[in-house]
């Protein structure tokens, strides 16, 4: 047998179900991962071990009566650090917290939970998840496996680092303007951002917003659909909740439809892009051309994107605001930059950006009309030096913002249509490189299918979990 850390995490729940290994034993191989690695990238940097061996064990002798399909037979995963889960550390990346123990889980963890999950740790997020850069000054900066002097993306950068290196089989993160999106690119795993509503979370007080969305994170696309089969679900105490659909996810990717007519771009119209990410882009979405799929250069109008998407951030920015009154400086400049934007926002700039992302969201559904995919890079550029905060400049074209460059990424949040980004090739450097595939409102389906084919027809020689290097 594979070592189990090296298991998919279908695998490992295949043995689970039939009993050929336990809970506790994927735990300590889990644990014993963990303490092979994480001194090297810093993923997850709080472990729940003692209630992750407690709840295991109550799972085996209490075992599920009657087993939905997605059940997980008590898989361990890993929960990002923004995400409350009972009686374990949870800081949101601040100092302000670093002390802080929720008395109670997020609704996302308790669906979880009761699917047959056990938490292990907590995985390693930017400061209150501003920034595609993790780190922090509660636990330092998470490095990329694949180069530990290259940054591993944000804000879910811990989940993606964690799943890269085999600490976990599956993780969960959350995406604002590309949290999921930008370290899979980074990390060579996958991440999906589902539709607004698909997963609940909460309590919190923003029940109505549609901006972020928790969503998986895994090794390979099947397992990703594994896990979003077990976190999705209607709950009264978030207004947005979707009710499960009639069919699994895991029988979209095992029963792939290939799409007909694919929409491309390498830029949304938006430049720049890194070359060396349009050439790897370019080269693997003629796969799609080569199963007979018809490829044409064509995106909605995204040109608002950037402007839409600062003005809502700025205004979601505001819930911070009692922080910045109490804890200025226990804050980074960026969180109070954003926050202070988004004091200054009017009215009448609020009901632009509302009125703008009306009109793109109108522009997408025509664009769906027509194509069954969007496909375009999922970042700019490949992994950069980890000590730099953010990526100021490409192609001598500086970005205004610490988060300008996650335009691919954020552009796509505004339409709040499911997106996928999943690993399509290497740089000369042997950096990771990501596509993202984008699908018509409420076809997490669809997407799924369509990455599962293009994960099949596009192998890359060299596979996760590795060690660090």
Same mark, same amino acid.
């Not at 928790?214 to 947005?240: C, E, F, K, S």
């Not at 609020?350 to 559904?365: F, G, K, P």
């Given at each position: 047998?594979?070592?189990?850390?090296?298991?998919?995490?279908?695998?490992?729940?295949?043995?689970?179900?039939?009993?050929?290994?336990?809970?506790?034993?994927?735990?300590?191989?889990?644990?014993?991962?963990?303490?092979?690695?994480?001194?090297?990238?810093?993923?997850?940097?709080?472990?729940? $071990?003692?209630?992750?061996?407690?709840?295991?064990?109550?799972?085996?002798?209490?075992?599920?009566?009657?087993?939905?399909?997605?059940?997980?037979?008590?898989?361990?995963?890993?929960?990002?650090?923004?995400?409350?889960?009972?009686?374990?550390?949870? /800081?949101?990346?601040?100092?302000?917290?670093?002390?802080?123990?929720? #008395?109670? &889980?997020?609704?996302?963890?308790?669906?979880?939970?009761?699917?047959?999950?056990?938490?292990?740790?907590?995985?390693?997020?930017?400061?209150?998840?501003?920034?595609?850069?993790?780190?922090?000054?509660?636990?330092?900066?998470?490095?990329?496996?694949?180069?530990?002097?290259?940054?591993?993306?944000?804000?879910? %950068?811990?989940?993606?680092?964690?799943?890269?290196?085999?600490?976990?089989?599956?993780?969960?993160?959350?995406? $604002?303007?590309?949290?999921? +999106?930008?370290?899979? &690119?980074?990390?060579?795993?996958? %991440?999906?951002?589902?539709?607004?509503?698909?997963?609940?979370?909460?309590?919190?007080?923003?029940?109505?917003?549609?901006?972020?969305?928790?969503?998986?994170?895994?090794?390979?696309?099947?397992?990703?659909?594994?896990?979003?089969?077990?976190?999705?679900?209607?709950?009264?105490?978030?207004?947005?909740?979707?009710?499960?659909? +009639?069919?699994?996810?895991?029988?979209?990717?095992?029963?792939?439809?290939?799409?007909?007519? !694919?929409?491309?771009?390498?830029?949304?119209?938006?430049?720049?892009?890194?070359?060396?990410?349009?050439?790897?882009?370019?080269?693997?979405?003629?796969?799609?051309?080569?199963?007979?799929?018809?490829?044409?250069?064509?995106?909605?109008?995204?040109?608002?994107?950037?402007? !839409?998407?600062? /003005?809502?951030?700025?205004?979601?920015?505001?819930?911070?605001?009692?922080?910045?009154?109490?804890?200025?400086?226990?804050?980074?400049?960026?969180?109070?930059?954003?926050?202070?934007?988004?004091?200054?926002?009017?009215? &009448?700039?609020?009901?632009?950006?509302?009125?703008? +992302?009306?009109?793109?969201?109108?522009?997408?559904?025509?664009?769906?009309?027509?194509?069954?995919?969007?496909?375009?890079?999922?970042?700019?550029?490949?992994?950069?030096?980890?000590?730099?905060?953010?990526? #100021?400049?490409?192609?001598?074209?500086?970005?205004?913002?610490?988060?300008?460059?996650?335009?691919?990424?954020?552009?796509?949040?505004?339409?709040?249509?499911?997106?996928?980004?999943?690993?399509?090739?290497?740089?000369?450097?042997?950096?990771?490189?990501?596509?993202?595939?984008? %699908?018509?409102?409420?076809?997490?389906?669809?997407?799924?299918?369509?990455?599962?084919?293009?994960?099949?027809?596009?192998? $890359?020689?060299?596979?996760?979990?590795?060690?660090?290097?």
């Amino acid at each position: 047998m594979k070592n189990l850390t090296e298991l998919t995490a279908r695998q490992a729940v295949s043995l689970l179900k039939r009993g050929e290994v336990s809970p506790l034993e994927l735990i300590e191989a889990s644990a014993d991962r963990i303490a092979e690695v994480e001194a090297e990238v810093n993923a997850m940097p709080t472990l729940c $071990l003692d209630r992750a061996r407690d709840h295991g064990r109550q799972l085996m002798a209490n075992p599920c009566d009657d087993p939905p399909p997605h059940y997980l037979y008590g898989l361990p995963i890993a929960i990002k650090d923004l995400t409350d889960v009972s009686s374990v550390r949870t /800081t949101y990346g601040s100092t302000i917290f670093s002390d802080h123990v929720p #008395e109670r &889980s997020d609704y996302l963890v308790e669906t979880l939970e009761a699917n047959g999950a056990i938490v292990i740790g907590k995985t390693n997020t930017p400061e209150f998840g501003a920034g595609a850069n993790t780190f922090n000054n509660v636990f330092g900066k998470t490095l990329n496996p694949w180069n530990l002097k290259m940054t591993c993306g944000g804000s879910s %950068g811990g989940s993606a680092a964690a799943l890269a290196t085999g600490e976990v089989w599956l993780a969960a993160g959350s995406d $604002l303007g590309g949290s999921l +999106r930008t370290p899979a &690119s980074f990390c060579s795993i996958v %991440g999906f951002r589902p539709s607004p509503g698909r997963i609940s979370t909460g309590p919190n007080q923003t029940l109505f917003g549609s901006l972020s969305v928790q969503g998986p994170m895994a090794r390979n696309v099947p397992d990703t659909a594994l896990m979003l089969d077990a976190q999705i679900g209607y709950h009264p105490g978030d207004p947005i909740s979707l009710p499960r659909p +009639r069919s699994s996810y895991l029988e979209a990717v095992e029963q792939p439809e290939k799409p007909e007519r !694919i929409g491309f771009s390498l830029d949304l119209g938006i430049p720049p892009v890194d070359n060396e990410v349009k050439e790897i882009c370019l080269r693997t979405v003629k796969s799609w051309e080569n199963m007979g799929v018809r490829v044409e250069e064509a995106c909605p109008d995204f040109s608002r994107a950037e402007e !839409i998407f600062q /003005t809502l951030r700025a205004l979601m920015f505001l819930k911070f605001l009692p922080l910045l009154d109490k804890h200025r400086d226990q804050l980074k400049p960026d969180i109070i930059w954003n926050i202070e934007k988004g004091t200054g926002l009017t009215g &009448s700039d609020i009901s632009r950006a509302e009125q703008m +992302r009306a009109d793109l969201y109108y522009s997408v559904l025509e664009f769906f009309q027509e194509y069954d995919l969007l496909v375009c890079p999922a970042a700019v550029a490949p992994p950069f030096d980890v000590n730099i905060q953010y990526l #100021e400049e490409l192609d001598g074209i500086k970005f205004d913002t610490y988060i300008s460059w996650l335009v691919p990424t954020f552009a796509v949040t505004l339409t709040a249509c499911p997106s996928i980004s999943l690993p399509c090739g290497f740089t000369g450097s042997g950096l990771p490189v990501g596509i993202q595939i984008v %699908g018509p409102p409420r076809r997490e389906d669809r997407v799924l299918s369509a990455a599962a084919i293009f994960e099949e027809e596009n192998a $890359l020689p060299v596979q996760t979990p590795i060690d660090p290097r």
